[in-house]
């Protein structure tokens, strides 16, 4: 079981471009939630998924920022027309009844 | 007030020492976590709570529900220990253990040999 995979580990876009981050989750496992680090702050949640479904994206920036979770495929945070206040950590995490599991994070960096 | 609130904020120790780590809360929940994070790396889950007591190897975490808080524990600490050590509760969600976390600060700790 090779846990909850994400990918790229390391993401720089320039201002304006688009940054697409994958995240597996754990075989079994059918929620998915994405969190963000900002740079000397704590983590924040983003959003919850399951598959085919938004449970909930109150932590979701309004503008520029969508997630889906296909039936078949990774999980896929979006980011549009990335700024440079976008630059930080984002975690991946899925959970069964056991507890969670966190991904390795893809830092993004935009110049 | 954050509805997590750890502490301390930072923490020296020397190797050996026995460590507490502190983490209060101020929602209804189903679970409380513990997590390590080491500088610019991810993030590993050492427990999930929801009553008593629970240990691993020198770590031991440590739930009051009704006083809403929790302790971390480390025992012999090393300088591999040297972390940053967050406390996350997960919000009642209708029975189930499923649901997004909510996170303190998180305690920076660095343990010198």
């Known amino acids: 079981n090779a846990g909850v995979m994400q990918n790229p580990r390391h993401l720089v876009r320039r201002r304006g471009q688009e940054a697409r981050l994958r995240c597996s989750p754990m075989?079994?496992?059918?929620?998915v939630y994405w969190y963000r680090q900002l740079p000397e702050e704590g983590l924040k949640f983003m959003v919850y998924l399951q598959k085919e479904n938004i449970i909930d994206e109150s932590g979701m920036p309004k503008e520029r920022f969508s997630a889906e979770f296909p039936k078949e495929g990774p999980s896929i945070l979006r980011i549009q027309q990335v700024v440079r206040g976008d630059s930080a950590a984002y975690f991946c995490?899925?959970?069964?009844?056991?507890?969670?599991?966190f991904g390795s994070g893809t830092r993004l960096t935009v110049v | 007030k954050n509805e997590v609130e750890q502490s301390p904020q930072n923490l020296t120790a020397q190797e050996g020492e026995f460590i507490t780590i502190n983490c209060s809360y101020s929602?209804?929940?189903?679970?409380l976590h513990w997590l390590q994070q080491h500088p610019g790396g991810g993030i590993v889950s050492l427990f999930m709570?929801?009553?008593g007591k629970k240990k691993h190897g020198r770590l031991i975490a440590t739930i009051n529900i009704q006083e809403k808080h929790s302790s971390l524990h480390i025992t012999a600490s090393h300088p591999r220990d040297s972390a940053v050590y967050i406390c996350?509760?997960?919000?009642?969600?209708?029975?189930?253990?499923?649901?997004?976390?909510?996170f303190g600060q998180g305690t920076i700790l660095t343990v010198h040999p």
């Open positions: 929602v209804g929940i189903s679970a």
């Open positions: 995490a899925s959970s069964s009844q056991n507890g969670y599991t």
């Open positions: 996350a509760v997960q919000a009642n969600a209708g029975g189930t253990s499923y649901g997004k976390l909510t």
């Open positions: 075989k079994g496992h059918s929620h």
């Open positions: 709570l929801s009553s």
